[in-house]
């Protein structure tokens, strides 16, 4: 037992000794066979390093070199002879550039290379032989190493610039190197993740210019560069970010226009795909993805939503401020509609928190809105609203967010509408735009007949010490809160209306941005509120204190007919016949046909001016809190009551600026009776010579009624004058400025109208 025990061990002694010499010879023989290989590979390229690995090669002449050449040839062999034949310049002659400084090559220059083994003649086999050409046909690195590159880089633009001649052209060398060439995945490499957007870009930049296609190579590597997929590489240096060659391939480069190429219209989407696999997925199941699989090319895909190189975070502002734009390539006429909303208004200028394209219909999930799918199919659109509207009922998803107001047949009220307040706007500037022409006509005319007749009467009206209260100070108060108001509505109201202008972005940023507009429009709202809540009770006050007046003194008590003598009579801006009378004698005035009429109290133009406050209050006032408050609103009104508030605040709007800061600026402060201003709303006096001058009939009534002392004033408007003349010129100023930036826009729409 034991015997066989030492046997054994002994057998197994001898065949692992056995086992051990083989793989010590083996690897003796394989040193040595390694040690030919090297031997012969160090020997073919020291001959030609003793020409190539001198540096002084680079600054020799073409003479020069064939003489160094030369000492390596052997003088007995004919094949090694220069060639004398006459023309022929194949071979160094001496008819070559005047120096070569990339002949240079170091003794090791291929020490950390990955063709460290390969000998100088791997690639430059017609180097093999002296003499050789002065320019060699170095093989395609491809042609028996890299054979699936060698088999994709024909048929790429790259090649097909080096068939061409293009000297700028792009080979192996200008892409991974020349002799110290390492791995692509060394960071070292041309060609590393790291590395290789800052290849090509050098390459585009330098050596291409723009193209009438849209290629523009500093406009890309720049968008690329400060895109999510450039930051990510060139910033923080994440390697699985896209690089160029991830999305445009290696070697067969191909335009865009190519079907063969990656980001082709029919290709990019599934090149994306290799990244963003579960949106892939998500992207084909939509209609979007459908119609790009049936290869229709009107279906959007990833780069026309996301753009090509200027890839933005989609939760980033700028992605949103942008959507518009990309969405409306393909819906054109939707977006024209969806920015005459709120929420189009106020993305297009920079607030991102409302509802985008994609917060309604979805972004690479959509389907049609009949789809049951849809966000905005049955029920669904009631939580998609209320995303945003938390409080929303069924009736706010009646809200139509591409209305056309002026398609009839599909939006008959909003339609009727827009043709009702467009009547009124135009009705309105028609008639006092031509009232206030024939006014200037006229004055214009009176001060040329007789120029010192016409200074004379305004510098008496302007210097009589006698006066006469008008307004008292709570009327002149509210004055303040109206034009206050009124200059903080339009200015932070216009630039959402006209938001296609640069204007309007400008007076936005400098605001603070919609948000902060909103929150000074809203302060408005309140403030114009007060003033009104204000007067209405001031006038029932008055009309408590004064309520004798409004009984009959025939009959000692309050009748129908007293009152309405008293609310219609001279005193009370309200409107009466003698209005009618008063417009047309001014009318005969105008074209030199009667004398220039006497007014009472109140013009026929001041009464239209205090009623269109009741008017504007009422049609401005409840359309804004139906669009501040929509979910309350909504709750027993259907949501297009949202659509029909809009149009009648915007032109409401409009038709309250247009007709302040050119027709009431004109009536009361710019003709030329008047101009530079009529302080009598701010000092609350007017003279008798003007009263005399212009509304005697308001003298004579008050005269007769013995009540002309009751209403003298004292001369406490001077301490008052430096103060509130600078403030009424910059209301002016600012009026006039708004004036003007609206009829800018307005004009700039209808001259870019087909």
């Known amino acids: 037992m034991a015997l066989n025990t030492i046997q054994t061990g002994l057998l197994g002694a001898r065949v692992v000794g056995w086992l051990a010499a083989l793989v010590v010879a083996m690897a003796a023989g394989g040193s040595s066979a390694q040690g030919v290989d090297t031997a012969e590979r160090d020997a073919a390229n020291r001959r030609c390093l003793r020409c190539h690995g001198q540096e002084k090669i680079g600054t020799l002449g073409p003479g020069e070199r064939r ?22 310049t194949t071979l160094l002659k001496g008819d070559e550039p005047a120096t070569r400084p990339g002949l240079f090559v170091a003794h090791d220059a291929l020490a950390g290379s990955v063709h460290r083994e390969n000998k100088c003649v791997d690639c430059h086999e017609d180097a093999a032989k002296l003499p050789h050409e002065p320019k060699l046909n170095t093989k395609t690195c491809a042609t028996s190493c890299h054979t699936k590159a060698a088999e994709a880089f024909p048929s790429g633009a790259h090649y097909e610039a080096l068939k061409r001649g293009d000297s700028l052209a792009p080979t192996c060398a200008s892409c991974h190197g020349g002799h110290q060439i390492v791995a692509v995945s060394d960071t070292k490499s041309p060609q590393h993740r790291l590395n290789s957007i800052f290849l090509c870009a050098e390459c585009h930049e330098k050596h291409l210019k723009d193209t009438p296609s849209g290629y523009a190579p500093r406009k890309h590597i720049e968008a690329y560069l400060h895109s999510a997929h450039g930051k990510a590489i060139a910033q923080s240096g994440l390697v699985a970010a896209p690089t160029c060659a991830d999305c445009h391939s290696a070697h067969a480069v191909h335009p865009v226009s190519d079907p063969r190429s990656p980001v082709n219209h029919a290709n990019v989407y599934e090149t994306c795909g290799r990244c963003h696999v579960g949106i ?102 009631l939580k998609t609203c ?62 040329v007949r007789d120029r010192q007749a016409f ?21 002149r108060f509210l004055h303040v809160l109206v034009m206050t108001s009124f200059l903080l509505l339009v200015a932070t109201g216009m630039p959402l209306k006209f938001y296609y202008t640069a204007w309007a972005h400008a007076v936005m940023d400098w605001i603070g941005g919609v948000e902060a507009a909103a929150q000074l429009h809203r302060l408005g709202a309140i403030i114009t509120f007060a003033y009104f809540t204000l007067h209405i009770g001031s006038l029932f006050r008055r009309g408590w204190v004064n309520r004798a007046q409004f009984k ?26 003698q209005d009618v009378k008063d417009w047309w004698a001014h009318q005969k005035w105008f074209f030199g046909k009667g004398p220039q009429p006497q007014f009472d109290k109140w013009t026929y133009w001041e009464k239209f001016d205090y009623l269109a406050v009741f008017w504007g209050v009422a049609m401005i006032g409840v359309s804004g809190l139906v669009m501040w408050f929509p979910e309350t609103f909504t709750r027993f009104l259907p949501g297009w009551v949202i659509n029909v508030a809009l149009i009648i605040h915007s032109d409401e709007a409009l038709l309250a600026a247009g007709f302040i800061f050119a027709f009431h600026f004109f009536n009361v402060h710019f003709r030329p009776e008047k101009f530079p201003i009529d302080s009598v709303i701010f000092s609350g006096r007017i003279s008798k010579t003007e009263m005399l001058h212009e509304r005697k009939r308001w003298y004579d009534r008050l005269v007769a009624a013995g009540r002309l002392d009751s209403i003298r004033s004292s001369d406490e408007w001077t301490q008052w004058r430096k103060v509130i003349h600078p403030l009424g010129f910059i209301a002016f100023g600012l009026g006039l400025i708004l004036l003007v930036l609206i009829v800018y826009a307005m004009s700039s729409r209808l001259l870019a109208a087909p």
């Open 386 to 447: 209320q995303q945003c509207h938390p409080t929303a009922t069924a009736k706010f998803t009646d809200y139509i967010a591409h209305a056309d107001h002026t398609n009839r047949e599909l939006y008959p009220t909003l339609y009727w509408t827009f043709i009702f307040m467009t009547m009124i706007v135009v009705g309105t500037f028609l008639f006092f735009g031509a009232h206030t022409i024939l006014w200037l006509a006229r004055s214009a005319y009176i001060y």
């Open 455 to 475: 200074k004379k009467i305004k510098a008496a009206c302007a210097k009589d010490p006698e006066h006469f209260v008008r307004f008292k100070p709570f009327d």
């Open 67 to 88: 003489s160094m050449v030369g000492t390596l040839l052997d003088p007995n062999d004919p094949s090694q002879a220069f060639p004398e034949k006459p023309g022929d």
């Open 552 to 577: 009959d003194p025939a009959k000692g008590k309050v009748t129908i007919r007293q009152v309405m003598g008293v609310v219609f009579g001279p005193d009370l801006p309200y409107p009466h016949v």
């Open 280 to 381: 892939l997925n998500i992207y084909k199941q939509s209609y979007h993805g459908q119609l790009a699989a049936e290869g229709k090319k009107e279906a959007p895909v990833c780069t026309d939503c996301h753009t090509a190189h200027e890839i933005i975070q989609p939760d980033q502002v700028a992605f949103k401020l942008a959507s518009g734009d990309r969405c409306g390539k393909c819906h054109q006429d939707r977006i024209e509609h969806y920015r005459e909303t709120f929420h189009g208004k106020a993305l297009e200028l920079g607030l991102p928190k409302v509802a985008a394209c994609y917060d309604c219909h979805g972004h690479h999930d959509i389907v049609p809105i009949k789809d049951p799918k849809s966000r905005l199919f049955g029920d669904a659109k």
